[in-house]
């Protein structure tokens, strides 16, 4: 099954592109800032859930690794 039809795969694909975003936009925030609009705009978005939501999106994380342990 690829990530688009398993739920819970595509939440971790969620997950991880927020969790990269952030990361880059941290890293390099020019790179980021210059691509605000049109596809990659997605990125920026995404980066800025995680700068805002970081408690949630770390929870998120924490969540995410236990239920790949457990199941």
């Not at 939440?11 to 790179?31: D, E, F, K, N, R």
């Amino acid at each position: 099954m690829t990530a688009l039809f398993n739920f819970q795969s595509l939440l971790m694909v969620i997950l991880l592109t927020i969790c990269t975003s952030t990361y880059i936009h941290a890293a390099w925030p020019s790179i980021m800032d210059r691509n605000k609009d049109g596809a990659l705009g997605i990125f920026w978005k995404c980066a800025r859930i995680g700068e805002r939501l970081s408690p949630y999106v770390s929870a998120c994380c924490v969540l995410m690794a236990v239920s790949m342990f457990i199941g």
